[in-house]
């Protein structure tokens, strides 16, 4: 059963941290392209960032890593704004096909 697991997600005051994590089911972690997306209320799902990009919104505030031994992507989250408000989500691609799996989504607040 293909399953992703965020963890991490929480209140946070502005200019402050939070780190995301991602557990993936093995079966899917090799063979896809790995990322983050987040969901503001009333705005599109967007992606952020992941193993080929980075959202401008984000660049040189959020960093994306993954650990293959873990089958686990992270999310390092610093100087958190209130705009970063957001559900945020891990995503699993596959290569090759037109198949995607998503997690149950983190909440993450960011407080003024």
């Known amino acids: 059963q293909v399953q992703l697991v965020e963890s991490g997600g929480g209140l946070v005051q502005a200019g402050g941290s939070l780190k995301l994590s991602c557990v993936a089911s093995?079966?899917?972690?090799?063979?896809?392209?790995m990322a983050w997306y987040r969901q503001s209320p009333g705005k599109r799902r967007e992606m952020i960032a992941g193993n080929l990009a980075v959202a401008n919104s984000v660049r040189g505030r959020f960093i994306f890593s993954e650990d293959r031994t873990k089958n686990t992507i992270y999310l390092q989250m610093n100087n958190l704004k209130p705009e970063d408000t957001a559900v945020y989500f891990c995503?699993?691609?596959?290569?090759?096909?037109?198949?995607?799996?998503w997690g149950q989504g983190t909440q993450v607040t960011v407080s003024s």
């Open positions: 093995a079966s899917i972690f090799a063979d896809s392209v």
């Open positions: 995503n699993a691609a596959e290569i090759g096909s037109r198949r995607e799996y």
